[in-house]
């Protein structure tokens, strides 16, 4: 008994011990094809909680900790979105652990929406009480999938880079979750200016908490040429969407043919969608 309390102890608090992140693997995705366009969506799960009110904060506080039954059926309601979506970047998943009845949420969602893909990126391991991911759903094989553990003085923000197409000119997904302090936000954009700098079709997309004028003026985007949605574009709170705390950021070379906040409140943020169009002649080099 004391040895499997211990073992089970240092799961929660050595992140090294330990479950780790899942993948699907590649067998029976589709290769990337020579479309037109690519539909894009970043959501901010809040492991399938459903709120819909400030008081849900401390109404429904227990369900960052403990099973609920209505759990799966928001989940289930938020896959019937995903599935109008090619690649779903996901944040606030939860990778099996007791609060999710020890279901993997990515996995979970890629399935019940049909999307082949699926990656999950385990950022802050507490063991059998959460297990704090990042999700990629995607309906095309890439090239490869890095995840990268962002900086920060409290650690458990990551990012995910997924890359389409050819290796010599790649389409590059960065899918994140950055952190509430801005000094932090300054470290892992820092990181994340570097990873992206050599590459010319670029998305960037996931919670970013901080508006786009912010990001891309007094962070280190505003060395990129990187184009924002709509200041309107407000995501958060759900219920009375005031912040644009969630973005699809894209390089000028990606023609935005739509973008959208989706009205789907599900979580205490709403979905931000974008239908991208590939470069003039890149279809070629597939």
């Known amino acids: 008994m004391y040895k499997r309390l211990r073992k089970q102890l240092n799961g929660m608090f050595n992140p090294a011990i330990g479950r780790r992140g899942a993948c699907s693997g590649t067998d029976h995705v589709p290769d990337f094809e020579p479309r037109r366009h690519i539909r894009l969506l970043t959501f901010n799960i809040q492991v399938g909680i459903n709120t819909s009110s400030y008081r849900h904060y401390l109404t429904r506080s227990w369900q960052h900790l403990l ?47 049909g999307i082949p893909y699926w990656y999950q990126q385990l950022n802050r391991n507490l063991g059998q009480i959460a297990q704090h991911s990042n999700g990629l759903l995607s309906r095309y094989r890439p090239l490869d999938v890095t995840e990268h553990k962002l900086p920060g003085l409290i650690p458990g923000r990551g990012a995910i880079i997924a890359r389409y197409g050819t290796e010599h000119d790649p389409l590059v997904l960065v899918l994140m979750h950055l952190s509430l302090s801005k000094a932090a936000q ?3 954009l820092g990181y994340i200016r570097e990873l992206i700098a050599d590459y010319r079709h670029v998305v960037l997309m996931g919670d970013m908490n901080a508006h786009a004028e912010q990001l891309l003026t007094q962070t280190p985007l505003k060395e990129t040429d990187l184009v924002p949605l709509p200041d309107t574009a407000h995501s958060f709170p759900s219920w009375r969407p005031e912040k644009a705390l969630d973005h699809i950021l894209v390089s000028p070379s ?33």
């Open 254 to 286: 990606l023609e935005i043919r739509r973008s959208e906040v989706v009205s789907y409140p599900m979580s205490d943020h709403l979905p931000i969608a974008m239908d991208v169009a590939l470069p003039e002649g890149y279809l070629e080099t597939f």
């Open 186 to 188: 300054q470290r892992q």
């Open 67 to 113: 099973p609920h039954r209505s759990r799966i059926e928001n989940l289930d309601r938020i896959a019937t979105l995903l599935r109008n979506y090619d690649v779903v970047a996901l944040q606030e998943c939860d990778g099996g652990s007791l609060r999710s009845g020890y279901i993997n949420q990515v996995q979970y969602l890629a399935e019940a929406a």
